[in-house]
């Protein structure tokens, strides 16, 4: 007689035991620190999040599984494997960076730094989660961890109108992906008559559950077409990142759409392997709307417009997230699985939008309209920001020195043509065309000259005085400084030596 009770691997959920560990440590140590040590908070966070990190290391040479069935040890609901790892790297890396990037912006008259730092490590425990879950119970569980404190964080600049409506619509559209979601998942569980991925890809459905079981996956994959930002689903990003805190708004950038992007590869190639004729055609054109849309709604910022640079990375994402779809549609058509160029683009992007999102922040502490005009001639006034900036933009178009970001769009184009999709890779060409405009427009606007400058520049001859911004501006924070500096780092260490993150990924298949 099998025994009942299970045996938890405690090293293998520690991960997001130990973010979810910090929230709550966080939340109670914020009654009895007094405002003006706030801060203290924020690094305890940030010490949570790099100890989370660390302990990945003893698990790169396993693949644990734990909250097995007694009865079937093959059928557990949490498992470390390498597709794990890689992801719960990019997850908390992410989140890393973003506390960095929050430090300046919690305490005092600003965002409230107990209630902003509990909800950001308990949305990064659901993310931490979500890669390593093998049933869909758990699955759509730590989507909502991962979504539900993102509400909250949207919305947490009290009085402000942008971020409230921001957090409504994000929260409206969340909770449809939500409903449609676990209706797809019902559908499947009465056809399958199991939760387990595994067991889901194997079950033999009754030829009269068929129709069922084929609208359960297509319920789920329009679920999480939501949580990606994939095009007709998209609409909530731009006002949702613009309303939102920019801390917040690189998080849900990166951290959202790994959540997304990892539940999605793990229901259509773990779970749905069977049903490929149906979501691969369905993700390939996913990906070509999304694209397509994303690209050519960025291309049609006013630079003069509020919130333009934010808008521009919003609508930038969306164009990216259809770039990463191409792999997961490319799975469905061949027999090797190509998500290692999803994983491989996914961390190149988390790297330089970080970086990218980074600096609009510094350049937002003087000028808090986060306009494209704002940038004009950043070079002169912070040579090194405008360098990084620069270079985060490089690489998102894919162009030297960016090298890491041309490897990753190369691998991703090669997946689609392996995968005899021809028309998705000339679709996917015409896009990086039309990113590179903007991408490249925007790098100009950096070393432009000072718009103050030109206009002032004959009195402050005769005056001997200046107008605007001194060369080095206001004092930058040392977290957020930190923040361009690790994410300028990564990027030229890829760009150096690009085969390390393609290995990786490429060691990613289940």
Not at 71 to 90: E, P, V, W
Not at 364 to 371: D, F, Q
Request: proline share 5%; hydrophobic share 55%.
């Amino acid at each position: 007689m099998s025994s009942l009770v299970q045996s938890v691997d405690w090293l293998a959920i520690a991960p997001p035991v130990i973010v979810a560990a910090t929230a709550l440590i966080v939340l109670v140590a914020d009654l009895f620190v007094p405002d003006h040590r706030k801060q203290l908070i924020g690094w305890g966070a940030v010490a949570g999040l790099a100890a989370a990190v660390l302990m990945l290391l003893p698990l790169r040479h396993g693949n644990r599984s734990t909250f097995c069935l007694t009865t079937d040890h093959g059928a557990c609901s949490y498992t470390a494997d390498h597709f794990t790892l890689a992801i719960q790297l990019l997850v908390l890396g992410g989140a890393l960076l973003t506390a960095l990037l929050s430090m300046s912006e919690t305490g005092g008259d600003r965002l409230p730094a107990g209630e902003y730092w509990f909800l950001l490590l308990a949305s990064a425990s659901g993310a931490t989660l979500l890669p390593a879950s093998r049933d869909l119970a758990t699955l759509v569980v730590a989507l909502e961890v991962a979504s539900l404190p993102a509400f909250a964080l949207v919305g947490l600049k009290r009085g402000n109108r942008l971020s409230s409506e921001a957090a409504l619509k994000f929260f409206l559209s969340s909770v449809t992906a939500t409903a449609v979601t676990l209706l797809g998942v019902s559908f499947v569980y009465a056809a399958t008559g199991t939760l387990h991925l595994g067991r889901i890809a194997t079950a033999q459905v009754d030829p009269q559950l068929n129709t069922l079981a084929e609208a359960g996956v297509v319920l789920t994959l329009v679920g999480f077409a939501f949580k990606t930002a994939a095009a007709p689903f998209h609409f909530w990003v731009p006002d949702t990142y613009t309303g939102a805190p920019l801390p917040i708004a690189a998080y849900l950038s990166v951290i959202g759409k790994a959540v997304g992007f990892s539940g999605l590869i793990l229901v259509t190639v773990v779970a749905f392997p069977g049903y490929s004729d149906i979501w691969g055609p369905a993700i390939a054109v996913l990906a070509a709307l999304t694209m397509t849309v994303g690209n050519t709604a960025a291309l049609r910022q006013r630079a003069t417009r509020a919130h333009s640079a934010v808008r521009l990375l919003a609508w930038s994402s969306i164009g990216q997230a259809g770039y990463l779809l191409v792999p997961i549609a490319a799975a469905g058509y061949t027999s090797d699985r190509e998500i290692g160029s999803t994983v491989a683009y996914a961390l190149m992007y988390a790297v330089v939008n970080l970086g990218a999102f980074a600096t609009v922040a510094l350049v937002a502490r003087s000028r808090p309209g986060s306009r494209l005009t704002d940038h004009r001639g950043l070079y002169a006034r912070r040579p090194l920001t405008a360098l990084a900036l620069a270079f985060f933009l490089l690489c998102l178009a894919g162009l030297p020195p960016g090298i890491i970001g041309l490897f990753a769009k190369v691998t991703v184009f090669q997946s689609a043509v392996d995968a005899g999709l021809g028309w998705l890779a000339a679709v996917m060409a015409v896009n990086v065309a039309i990113a590179l405009y903007y991408y490249l427009r925007w790098t100009a606007v950096l070393f432009r000259t000072p718009q103050e400058t030109a206009a002032a520049a004959t009195p402050a001859a005769a005056t001997g005085s200046t107008t605007g911004e001194t060369r080095t501006g206001p004092r930058i924070p040392v977290p957020l400084t930190l923040t361009i500096a690790l994410a300028a780092a990564a990027g030229a260490v890829l760009s150096v030596a690009p085969q390390l993150v393609l290995h990786f990924a490429s060691g990613s298949l289940f």
